[in-house]
């Protein structure tokens, strides 16, 4: 199994650029998120969703936008870009599971730089 | 606003010691701990989980201590190894339908050989 793949794994971009994450799990997971992690700072969850076609804000959406059109993709947008967004972007998923567990598995990572 | 607090920010450790991770919280509705490890270039994984029924859980060398009265919870990691430097993070979940957890801002682990 794959697990979470993210792409790219690195991309520089410049200030008011626009670029989309890519997401894709295998697991069937029906949850999905997004987190940017900066050094110092932990995870924040960015945007997340419990299943296609729903969709949330988390802490820091501003930004941001994403889509979950089916249960395997959930794509992050980055509109106008600017240099406060640089940092590693890391897609997660887990699975509602009977007990209340709640296991992320996460990608390895998309580290994005706006210069 | 940040709801889980993390300390110490790094930690350096010699081979065969103890490591000890510290975790407060706010939230009394959080229900689940988990703690996450992340190496370098990597995403992070599940390490250890706790819930707050259990005051403690042992998985080999790594043990969560949990006091639901002061909202606290450690990672303690026995024996030491260089191969447990790493990111460590802990984490609490929110209640309710998505489950999405909040993070600690992590401890940066050095088991010195």
């Known amino acids: 199994n794959a697990g979470v793949t993210q792409t790219p794994k690195f991309r520089i971009l410049k200030i008011g650029q626009s670029m989309t994450l890519q997401c894709t799990q295998d697991?069937?997971?029906?949850?999905m998120y997004w987190y940017r992690q900066d050094p110092g700072m932990g995870l924040k969850l960015i945007y997340y969703?419990?299943?296609?076609?729903?969709?949330d804000k988390g802490e820091v959406p501003n930004g941001y936008n994403v889509s979950r059109s089916t249960t395997e993709d959930f794509p992050l947008r980055l509109e106008l870009a600017a240099p406060s967004q640089t940092s590693v972007y890391f897609c997660?998923?887990?699975?509602?599971?009977?007990?209340?567990?709640?296991?992320?598995?996460f990608g390895a990572g998309s580290r994005l730089t706006v210069l | 606003q940040q709801q889980v607090k993390q300390s110490p920010q790094s930690l350096i450790v010699q081979k065969g010691g103890i490591s000890i991770i510290n975790c407060a919280y706010e939230n009394t509705a959080f229900d689940y701990f988990p703690w996450y490890q992340q190496f370098p270039g990597k995403g992070p994984a599940l390490l250890i989980a706790?819930?707050?029924?259990?005051s403690e859980k042992k998985e080999g060398r790594f043990t969560i201590s949990f006091n639901k009265s002061a909202k606290q919870f450690s990672l303690h990691i026995m024996d030491s190894q260089p191969g447990d430097s790493a990111t460590y993070f802990c984490a609490a979940r929110v209640s309710g339908s998505a489950r999405q957890l909040t993070f600690g801002s992590g401890t940066q682990l050095t088991v010195l050989p």
């Open positions: 697991m069937n997971h029906n949850y």
């Open positions: 706790i819930r707050p029924d259990v």
């Open positions: 997660a998923s887990s699975q509602q599971g009977a007990g209340g567990a709640n296991v992320l598995t």
């Open positions: 969703s419990v299943g296609a076609g729903i969709t």
